[in-house]
Every structure is written in structure tokens, then in C-alpha cells.
């Protein structure tokens, strides 16, 4: 079964740096998603993204966070300048048709910035 | 705003128990709602959806969910738990506002089954 994969699966960063959390999602997928979960709470949406740009995204999402489909796989998510509450779970997800079909998930990256 | 309310933050359960994980929703438009698993260590898997149609839904692993819309609830049944069933447990709400394209998550259930 198809499944949507991340890399790293675990990120140390420190405050200030640049990181960049990768994900494949799912090869005939249109719709690309990221959350996040801070350790204790819950998943919170990020943003999502289709045709080459992003279709919604939640007041986390400011402009240190950028989405990006580099090429025909691969879907990124880039956090400019991190601060040690970016520390978190980040997953990717896709869909085909989100009115129609669930999200599926990846295994997440751990993101901790020191 | 949406949100999703689930009123069990930790449940202990011995083998065999039945398990009732109660979740609400705060919209009031048409949605699509899921139940997710994250077992330790693991990602999060679907466990069952609602799209429409039959408001009783049942997923994977024996789960049933039942859609009250009235009530704007969709709660998690099993009738007989299994020590695999430790894991946590997350409702989700999908509105037809802005597309679907928003997975709204609830606090999550730390299910905790003691064999």
C-alpha cells in the first residue's frame, strides 16, 4: 500500500538556523498538507497546498514557514529561523480529493531546536 | 471557529471491557469526520471515516463509530477491548467550508488496556 514518507525522521537544530522537513507524498495525490504536535498536545493544522500554491493555512503559519513542490515528488517544509517552541512532530499528509478522501499521514519528524 | 471536544483524556481498561470514547464537534455545516490511531512509537492510521450515508460507520480492528448529527457527535465503540488496543485515539472534523482542505484534530484519548 502506498504510504507517505518523511525525512529526517529526527532533526536537532539549533535556535536561529534554517531547516528544511521533507516529505513524498503519495505519487497520484493533488492535495498536500502540513501539521505539527507539540509534545503533550494536539495536532494542529499548518497548511495546505495545491496546483503549486497554498490553498489555506492556520495562524501558526507566519512568515518564517514556507511550502514548497520543488519537483514532482517532493513536498517541503521550511521553518527561516527557528525558535525553541518549533519544537514539535511535524507531519505531512495528502489527499486525492479532500471532499472525498481522508489525509493520509506520515511517520512525522521530530523537530528540536536547542 | 471549529473545534473538537473529547472528554476522555485517559482511559483504563481491562481486557474485554467495552470501550465508548465520546467526541463533539463545534460547526454547523456539513463536515466529514474521522477517528485516528496512533499507536507508540507509530504514526497516525485511519481508524474509520464519515462522508454521509449510514450515520453507524465501522473502521478497522472491530471499531464502529455512530454519527448523531443532532447532537454533533461521533463516538468510538468497541465492544471488547484487546491489550493492542493500547494506543492514542484522536476525532477529527473536516468541514465543506474553505473546501476540506483543514483536518481540525481533537485533544486526543490516551487508551490504556491492562491484559
Known amino acids: 500500500e502506498p504510504e507517505v514518507t518523511q525525512t529526517p525522521s529526527h532533526q536537532v537544530t539549533q535556535m536561529g538556523q534554517e531547516v528544511i522537513l521533507r516529505c513524498v507524498p503519495i505519487s497520484n495525490h493533488l492535495y498536500f498538507y502540513w501539521y505539527r504536535q507539540i509534545l503533550g498536545q494536539k495536532v494542529e493544522f499548518l497548511v495546505s497546498f495545491y496546483n503549486n500554491e497554498i490553498s489555506e493555512k492556520s495562524e501558526i503559519f507566519d512568515d518564517q514557514f514556507s511550502v514548497e513542490r520543488p519537483d514532482g515528488s517532493n513536498f517541503t517544509l521550511k521553518i527561516r529561523s527557528t525558535k525553541l517552541e518549533d519544537s514539535a512532530m511535524y507531519f505531512c499528509?495528502?489527499?486525492?480529493?479532500?471532499?472525498?478522501?481522508?489525509?493520509?499521514f506520515g511517520p512525522g519528524t521530530r523537530l528540536t531546536v536547542t | 471557529a471549529q473545534s473538537v471536544s473529547q472528554h476522555n483524556h485517559h482511559v483504563i481498561l481491562s481486557e474485554a471491557a467495552s470501550l465508548e470514547l465520546g467526541c463533539n464537534y463545534s460547526y454547523g455545516g456539513t463536515v466529514n469526520l474521522f477517528w485516528y490511531v496512533q499507536y507508540p512509537g507509530q504514526h497516525l492510521q485511519l481508524l474509520l471515516k464519515y462522508f454521509s450515508g449510514d450515520p453507524l460507520v465501522k473502521g478497522i480492528k472491530g471499531f464502529e463509530a455512530e454519527f448523531i448529527k443532532s447532537k454533533f457527535s461521533f463516538n468510538l465503540r468497541k465492544p471488547s477491548v484487546q491489550w493492542s488496543d493500547t494506543a492514542e485515539y484522536f476525532c477529527a472534523v473536516n468541514p465543506h467550508s474553505g473546501g476540506y482542505q483543514k483536518v481540525t484534530f481533537g485533544t486526543g484519548t490516551k487508551l490504556q488496556v491492562i491484559p
Open positions: 499528509a495528502s489527499s486525492r480529493d479532500p471532499g472525498m478522501d481522508e489525509q493520509y
